[in-house]
């Protein structure tokens, strides 16, 4: 059975740092798109960020660029999701997905997306 399990969200003041965790069972991540997305209180799921391979074929939602940096370790199946120079604006709960590989698709919607994690809360203060 597939699972997707994101850990490392908390409570950050604006400019810090967090690293989020997806652990992935099930499934080899190698294998998969694998995207992180966001969701605030009040607003739609939105893409944050696309790997299909460890240092390529990577995309950026136009809000995160230059700040977050999307990345997987094969050898431990996971994929992380570094966050720099925190905003306010980040505050939202993020969820870590999967999507089997298709040719011609950007995996920047949420609509591919075969499996998704339960999601891990960050906040971010002012």
């Known amino acids: 059975q597939v699972q997707l399990v994101e850990s490392g969200g908390g409570l950050v003041r604006a400019g810090g740092s967090l690293r989020l965790s997806c652990t992935a069972s099930?499934?080899?991540?190698?294998?998969?798109?694998m995207g992180w997305f966001r969701q605030a209180p009040g607003k739609e799921r939105e893409f944050v960020a696309t790997?299909?391979?460890?240092?390529?074929?990577?995309l950026y939602a136009d809000s995160v660029k230059g700040r977050f940096t999307i990345s997987r370790d094969n050898a431990v199946n996971m994929v992380y999701l570094q966050m720099s120079s925190l905003k306010p604006e980040d505050t939202a709960v993020y969820y870590c997905?999967?999507?089997?590989?298709?040719?011609?698709?950007?995996?920047?919607?949420?609509?591919?997306?075969?499996?998704w994690g339960r999601g891990t809360q960050v906040t971010v203060s002012s």
């Open positions: 790997l299909k391979l460890n240092g390529a074929n990577v």
């Open positions: 997905a999967a999507a089997v590989l298709r040719p011609a698709i950007a995996f920047t919607t949420t609509l591919p997306y075969d499996y």
């Open positions: 099930g499934l080899t991540v190698n294998n998969y798109a």
